[in-house]
C-alpha cells in the first residue's frame, strides 16, 4: 500500500478537533505520465494504459486485471491482456492469457480480438471467461478456459454461450458471480436485447440449462439504440442485496455506470427512485438506472471521459470499482481506474470522485470540512462531462456556491456531511448526504478531502477540497 501522511494547517488540510484524531492521508503514488507515444509498443511499460472493460481479482499472488485486447496506435494482439498489482495503485505488465481467438470463438465470430473477459475461482481453479464478436454484430461467443494457476497455462473448454445474428440479444459481456446460497450465475449481455441472467452448473461453469435466460435490464431502442451493457452483478452481505452495474451510452463518448439493486439475484432491479432497470417505457429513459460515474472534469485540470465497463473488487468488506476511462485530450487512450466504493446509510454504492491511492475510511474533525470546495453533479441526463462548479463551506455552518446558498452539518458517525441548500437554481434536490474521505488529488498532485453522495432524488454529487481559506 501507499505509505500515508497526516495534515495539518495548510493545503487541502486543516487543524483538527481535539475530539477526533487528525485525518492520515494518503502519500503520492508517484508519476503516471499520460499519452506516452514513446512505449506506444512497449507493453511491459503500459502500466494502466491501454485497459479496457476490466475484470478485477484477488490472488494468493496479488490483484490481477484482466481486459479487453486494444492498442491505441496499432492493431492490438489477441489473447486477453493480464496486468498484476500489489497495492491497486502501481499495475504491472504480466502477458496475455492466450495464444489468439480461439478456434471454436473464431468459426463462430470471425473474431479477429477478444473482448470483455471475466475472471473468476472455483474451488482450485481459475476460469476465465472471454467474449468473440465483431464490431455491431450479434454473432457472438462467450467461451471458457481454465487453469489451476492465474497465470496459466490455459486449457480451452469451449463455448459456454452463444448468438446468432438473428438473435435478439448478443452473447458477450460475462461476468459470473455466486449466489448467497451458493448458486452460480451468469449475467451477461450487451446493447440489442438488454442483460440477460442464466444458472451455471458449478462442476463445469456452464448452463444448467438451453436457453438464454430471463433479461433483467434493458433500454429503449429509441436511445442509442438500446446502449445498456457491460453488466456486473456484486453481493453485499450487511445489506443483503444484489447489485446490477451496468454501462449506458457510447463507449467513445458518453459511457457511464449505472446501477439497481435487488433482493434476489434475478431481479427485479430497482434504481434509487425504484424504477426497475427492464423499464422501457419510462421517459425520458435516462431517469431509469442511478447514475454513479459518468466523464468529468474538475476545475481547469483535464478531465476524464466516457467512464464505464466495470468490475467490483470485495476486499475483506472493503469495495472497489475498476472501470476504464479515456483522456480528454485525445479519447483514443484508455486507462484503469480503481476507485474506491463507500456506501449510503441506506445501502447505496458512491464512488470515489478520485482514484484510489491507499487512502483509509476514517473519522473526519468538523474543521476540516471548512473551506473552498469544487463541486460535481453527475447529472443523469448529461450527454458528455460534467464540470465542477464552486462551493464555500464556512465554519458558522453555513455554505455558498454558485447555485445558491445554505447549510451544512457534519453527522454524528462524523463520516457523512449534509448539505441543505435554501435555494437551488440547478435541479430540483435540495438536500444532498455525502460520505467524506481522505483522498489523493490526482489532478493537482496533493493529499486532500473528498465526498460523494446521492441528493434525495438519487443524483450522484461529488465534492473535492481544494483549499481552507
Not at 478456434?103 to 482450485?124: F, G, H, M, R, S
Not at 471458457?144 to 494457476?149: A, E, I, K, M, W
Not at 459481456?173 to 451468469?186: C, L, S
Not at 471521459?305 to 485525445?330: K, M, T
Amino acid at each position: 500500500m501507499a505509505m500515508l501522511l497526516m495534515l495539518g494547517l495548510g493545503g487541502c488540510g486543516a487543524s483538527s478537533d481535539s475530539a477526533t484524531p487528525p485525518l492520515v492521508y494518503p502519500e503520492s503514488p508517484g508519476e503516471f505520465p499520460m499519452y506516452d507515444v514513446s512505449n506506444i509498443n512497449n507493453e511491459s511499460a503500459w502500466e494502466t494504459v491501454n485497459t479496457h472493460d476490466p475484470s478485477i481479482i484477488k490472488t494468493d499472488k496479488g490483484y490481477y486485471i484482466f481486459s479487453t485486447d486494444i492498442k491505441v496506435g496499432g492493431e492490438p494482439r489477441a489473447g486477453v491482456m493480464v496486468r498484476r498489482s500489489d497495492d491497486l495503485i502501481h499495475w504491472k505488465w504480466v502477458d496475455y492469457a492466450l495464444p489468439g481467438v480461439p478456434q471454436e470463438a473464431k468459426t463462430w465470430t470471425k473474431a479477429t480480438n477478444l473482448w470483455a473477459p471475466d475472471i473468476v475461482k472455483y474451488k482450485d481453479q481459475y476460469r476465465l471467461y472471454y467474449s468473440a464478436s465483431t464490431f455491431g454484430s450479434r454473432q457472438s461467443m462467450i467461451g471458457l478456459v481454465t487453469s489451476p494457476s492465474i497465470e496459466g497455462p490455459w486449457e480451452e473448454k469451449g463455448n459456454v454461450i452463444r448468438t446468432k445474428g438473428t438473435d435478439g440479444l448478443n452473447a458477450i459481456d460475462a461476468n459470473v458471480v455466486t449466489d448467497a446460497q451458493g448458486k452460480m450465475w451468469m449475467v451477461y449481455g450487451s446493447f440489442f436485447d438488454g442483460i440477460h441472467i442464466i444458472e451455471l452448473d458449478p462442476e463445469s461453469g456452464k448452463p444448467k440449462e438451453q436457453g438464454f435466460g430471463p433479461k433483467i435490464a434493458a433500454r429503449s431502442k429509441a436511445v442509442n439504440n438500446g446502449a445498456v451493457e457491460g453488466p456486473y452483478i456484486v453481493y453485499n452481505e450487511k445489506f443483503k442485496k444484489y447489485y446490477l452495474f451496468v454501462s449506458y451510452d457510447s463507449l467513445f463518448e458518453n459511457y457511464n455506470v449505472r446501477v439497481g439493486r435487488s433482493d434476489s439475484i434475478t431481479g427485479p432491479y430497482l434504481d434509487f427512485n425504484g424504477r426497475n432497470m427492464l423499464d422501457t417505457q419510462h421517459e425520458p429513459q435516462y431517469e431509469v438506472g442511478t447514475k454513479l460515474l459518468g466523464g468529468y472534469r474538475f476545475g481547469e485540470e483535464e478531465g476524464w471521459i466516457a467512464p464505464g465497463h466495470n468490475s467490483v473488487l470485495n476486499d475483506d468488506g472493503q469495495y472497489y470499482i475498476a472501470h476504464h476511462a479515456r483522456g480528454e485530450a485525445d479519447k483514443n487512450w484508455a486507462y484503469l481506474h480503481i476507485r474506491k466504493i463507500l456506501w449510503s446509510e441506506d445501502g447505496w454504492p458512491l464512488v470515489s470522485p478520485e482514484r484510489y491511492a491507499g487512502e483509509k475510511e476514517q473519522d473526519v474533525p468538523k474543521v476540516e470540512v471548512v473551506g473552498k470546495w469544487q463541486r460535481i453533479v453527475q447529472d443523469p441526463f448529461l450527454d458528455g462531462q460534467a464540470e465542477s462548479d464552486e462551493l464555500e463551506l464556512l465554519k458558522d455552518g453555513t455554505f455558498t456556491g454558485v447555485h445558491g446558498t445554505g447549510v451544512w452539518t457534519l453527522q454524528e458517525n462524523k463520516r457523512t456531511l449534509q448539505l441543505t441548500w435554501n435555494s437551488l437554481s440547478q435541479g430540483e434536490g435540495k438536500i444532498e448526504t455525502v460520505a467524506l474521505s481522505p483522498a489523493w488529488d490526482w489532478e493537482k498532485g496533493v493529499p486532500c478531502l473528498v465526498f460523494t453522495g446521492l441528493n434525495e432524488q438519487g443524483v450522484s454529487i461529488w465534492g473535492k477540497k481544494i483549499s481552507s481559506n
